[in-house]
């Protein structure tokens, strides 16, 4: 199957502005503001089923129809702060395929009715700034970018952002605030972004993955786009395999591809020909599949990941083979959260604090069982408190490692095995 | 000042957002005073809190809560090894141990000519490409990825070198 997002694996150079116009760069973009009403294009969008890739899984088009038409101005922001453990998907659209991205920008754009767009970028993807800065300039200088396009009224720009080294920043509200020159920290919702968002303006916020898809929608159509994946899963997605695999990467694929055939057809089996213990479905902040059979062939969409009592999520899939213990997983896990934790809400803070306490006794043989009850509970207690999903991503993997593995938090095993 | 030294970045940062909303500037100013002097230094919170018409404390608390700016000296470079999960299962963990035994040094310290501090750090978005890290210097970020411990070891010799400022 050729390529759709990832597609400077099938053209090379496409990220260079000559070679994304030859093969029908911006065509999209420009029959948008030529020839569609606004409404029209986010109607397609709608039709074409495509759903936020950041994770959330929500749907495209009914985001853009929450925007307002009496407060303006409208403003865009492309969510590239990319920071979950197990995904680098954004980071090889921006690098190779910087064009589709920028031009699926400027269609959301269109879309909503915003002249400016912010791409927010974690901090240390400066040298991806640096592509986008550049590639930006090229469009403005080719009259793709800038004011009046194309004879018409419609002035639009895009504009890069970095980020500091902050993951919470990955959250929607915690991102506007950040570009507000604020300590990245979410805000109580409601009002939502779509309607009090940057600058207390109307503000749409999608994933940069998402954004990728835009083009293609618009030149081939949302039936063509549904007929691609599944029933509740339409198109295509990235799939950051990563962890006890020999082949790990990126692979687009159509969503309804098993976990199967991603580790042993395309990610090329399991390190040292072990077998595999859990996956984790959506980076740290997954729950922990058993990797049985059964989980080893379902089918990788949102509703049928969901049967396993996981999330699709991004799509980072992280395979864990059974040279590892589950309590060295999970102390990896809640340190991550608990130096992400922005420090905003009680339960998140104080719960990731007591959970790593509770991990590193766990890991070191001391009280298994008792430590081990306790940080479940915990874990239970945070649950569905939390300001924002940092903290409730903080406890899944923890409490379904506990409740799936159990054998690994036995006093005789726990601290054992890691890499 | 920033704005004396380096007038066009200034204007170019300025001219990104809303001049009602110019405190956006802060985090790509204080990237530009990083870039200055290695580190933020009190003059620069202050410099830029004039700019912004906003409070030393406001721009301190970015400092304070953003992990890449930093407030004190650090080495020349900052090696930043990812030890997340998934770099984790692909052995950083004992890549940073090997690496540090070798430099002779713990996770945190730099090396005793100040060239390279070594550091553990969250996800960097290169999990396949395990083990990874990230090379922090004035200039900016640079990834190195599919690193072994000789690489690193050549890569330091070759920074060494080059950096004519520090002494041996």
């Known amino acids: 199957m050729t390529t759709l997002l990832l597609r400077h694996r099938d053209i090379p150079d496409i990220g260079r502005l000559e070679v994304y116009q030859k093969n029908g760069g911006f065509e ?34 009914v985001k853009w129809s929450f925007i307002p038409a009496t407060i303006w101005p409208h403003y865009v922001v492309a969510n590239a702060d990319e920071s979950e453990p197990g995904t680098f998907k954004d980071r090889e659209i921006m690098e190779s395929n910087p064009l ?34 550049e590639k930006i300039a090229d469009m403005e200088k080719a009259g793709w970018l800038g004011e009046k396009l194309f004879g018409t009224d419609y002035s639009l720009n895009i ?15 915690a991102l506007l605030e950040s570009i507000e020159g604020k300590r990245g920290q979410p805000r109580i919702r409601p009002p939502f972004p779509a309607v009090y968002g940057l600058y207390g303006k109307p503000t749409v916020v999608n994933n940069v993955e998402t954004l990728t898809n835009l083009p293609l929608i618009l030149e081939k159509g949302a039936e063509w786009y549904k007929s691609l994946g599944t029933a509740d899963s339409a198109g295509v997605k990235i799939f950051s395999l990563s962890g006890h695999v020999n082949k790990p990467g990126n692979y687009e694929l159509p969503f309804g591809t098993t ?19 859990a996956i984790m479905s959506a980076g740290a902040s997954s729950a ?7 989980a080893l062939d379902t089918p990788m969409d949102y509703a049928s990941v969901r049967t396993l009592g996981a999330d699709l999520g991004s799509a980072s899939v992280i395979v864990i083979n059974d040279t590892v213990n589950l309590d060295w997983v999970i102390d990896k896990t809640i340190h991550f959260f608990k130096h992400e934790s922005c420090g905003k809400c009680t339960p998140c803070r104080e719960g990731t604090y007591w959970m790593q306490h509770l991990i590193v006794r766990i890991c070191r043989g001391e009280e298994v069982e008792a430590n081990t009850r306790l940080l479940r509970l915990v874990a239970k207690q945070m649950q569905n408190k939390c300001l924002c999903p940092l903290g409730e991503f ?26 | ?165 520090v002494r041996e």
Not at chain 1, 49 to 59: N, Q, T, Y
Not at chain 1, 288 to 294: F, H, P, Q
Not at chain 2, 35 to 43: A, F, M, P, V, W
Request: glycine fraction near 10%.
């Open chain 1, 28 to 61: 999209a973009f420009k029959k948008a503001v030529t020839t569609m009403k606004p409404q029209e294009v986010t109607d397609m969008v709608k039709a074409s089923g495509l759903r936020g890739r950041g994770g959330a899984g929500f749907p495209t088009g």
């Open chain 1, 100 to 133: 589709q991205f920028l031009e699926g920008v400027a269609i959301a754009c269109y879309a909503v009715g915003a002249n400016a767009a912010y791409v927010y970028l974690r901090g240390e993807f400066w040298p991806v700034a640096d592509i986008l800065d």
């Open chain 1, 159 to 173: 504009y890069t952002h970095l980020g500091a080294g902050a993951y919470i920043c990955g959250e929607e509200t």
């Open chain 1, 259 to 277: 976990y199967r055939e991603l580790i042993y057809t395309y990610g090329g089996g399991v390190t040292d020909d072990r077998p595999v213990k």
């Open chain 1, 288 to 294: 922990m599949i058993v990797a049985d059979d059964k």
């Open chain 1, 394 to 419: 903080s406890t899944m993997a923890v409490t379904t490692a506990i409740e799936r593995f159990p054998a690994d938090f036995e006093p005789s095993t726990s601290g054992g095995k890691h890499a």
């Open chain 2, 1 to 165: 000042m920033l704005a004396e030294k380096y007038p066009d970045e200034v204007k170019k940062i300025m001219a990104k957002y809303p001049p009602e909303q110019k405190r956006s500037a802060v985090m790509p100013l204080l990237y530009l005073a990083q870039r200055q002097d290695g580190y933020i230094s009190k003059g620069a919170l202050e410099d830029i809190a004039q700019m912004l018409d906003i409070t030393t404390t406001d721009v301190a608390e970015i400092v304070g809560f953003y992990t890449l700016y930093q407030d004190k000296p650090t080495g020349k470079y900052r090696m930043q090894v990812c030890t997340d999960l998934p770099c984790a299962l692909r052995g950083a963990d004992k890549f940073l141990e090997q690496l540090c035994g070798n430099l002779g040094i713990q996770v945190g310290e730099t090396t005793p000519d100040g060239l390279v501090t070594i550091e553990a750090v969250m996800c960097l978005a290169g999990c396949d490409k395990a083990p990874m890290f990230q090379l922090q210097s004035a200039e900016g970020i640079a990834y190195h990825e599919n690193m072994s411990v000789d690489k690193t070891m050549e890569l330091i010799e070759t920074l060494k070198k080059s950096s004519g400022e």
